[in-house]
Structure formats: structure tokens, C-alpha cells
């Protein structure tokens, strides 16, 4: 099993910022490496389906992104620190929802499809005020 612990989730203004962070960790982390999944952020608005925000290959080759967040958000991993990043600038109204960290075993699927996420953390949620 592998267990996601997002945080740095919060209240901001408009045309803020807040960087989120996943933390992996479980035994499948342990005896592997953080390296083995695609790790992917996605959102979920209140009474609004989850969407695909940002994802980022193993070893950090190649991001992804949704066009609604190209250009603002920023995905990075850390897989020395099991540790996954969204720094999210320039912040709208819209933005507000809560985030979660998912992890994709490589080769497993495509990068925006929350069903083909194999882990998922519990959220953080990001609330963007005008």
C-alpha cells in the first residue's frame, strides 16, 4: 500500500499564492522508490467532478498541465524526499476546491484520467477569496 498525505492547503486572496505538498510514503514507497509512479494533482469544486490539474513522469522529464492552470501552476517531485509539489501562483476565484495528490504506477495509464490513479490522498483544500 502506499499512503498520500497532502498539506499546505489554505485561505488566500486573490492573486496569491500557496505551494501544496504530497508527502508517499507505505510499503510499496519503501521497497521501491517514489520514482516507480507518475504522480498527478487534481481538484474537485463543490458539486463539480474531480478534475485533472497537473502531473508529472517519474523522474520529472515531463509536466502536464490543464490549460485552465498553464502558465500559474508549477508541478515538481522530490523522490529523494518522497515528496511531490504544486506551487500554485497568481490564484483566482476559481481555483478554490480541494486538492489531491494522486500516484500512478508507470506505464499504468494516461497522465490526465483521475481512473487510471492507482493512490490518492484524503485532500487539501485551497480556498481563493476575491
Known amino acids: 500500500q502506499v499512503q498520500l498525505v497532502e498539506s499546505g492547503g489554505g485561505l488566500v486572496q486573490a492573486g496569491g499564492s500557496l505551494r501544496l505538498s504530497c508527502a508517499c510514503s507505505?510499503?510499496?514507497?519503501?521497497?521501491?522508490?517514489?520514482?516507480?509512479?507518475?504522480m498527478g494533482w487534481f481538484r474537485q469544486a463543490p458539486g463539480k467532478e474531480r478534475e485533472f490539474v497537473a502531473a508529472?513522469?517519474?523522474?520529472?522529464?515531463?509536466?502536464y498541465y490543464a490549460d485552465s492552470v498553464k502558465g500559474r501552476f508549477t508541478i515538481s517531485r522530490d523522490n529523494a524526499k518522497n515528496t511531490a509539489y504544486l506551487q500554485m501562483n497568481s490564484l483566482k476565484p476559481e481555483d478554490t476546491a480541494d486538492y489531491y495528490c494522486?500516484?500512478?504506477?508507470?506505464?499504468?495509464?494516461?497522465?490526465?484520467?483521475?481512473?487510471?490513479?492507482?493512490?490518492w490522498g484524503q485532500g487539501t483544500q485551497v480556498t481563493v477569496s476575491s
Open positions: 507505505g510499503r510499496t514507497i519503501s521497497n521501491y522508490n517514489m520514482g516507480w509512479f507518475r
Open positions: 494522486a500516484a500512478q504506477p508507470i506505464n499504468s495509464g494516461t497522465y490526465y484520467a483521475k481512473n487510471d490513479y492507482t493512490y
Open positions: 508529472i513522469s517519474w523522474n520529472g522529464g515531463n509536466t
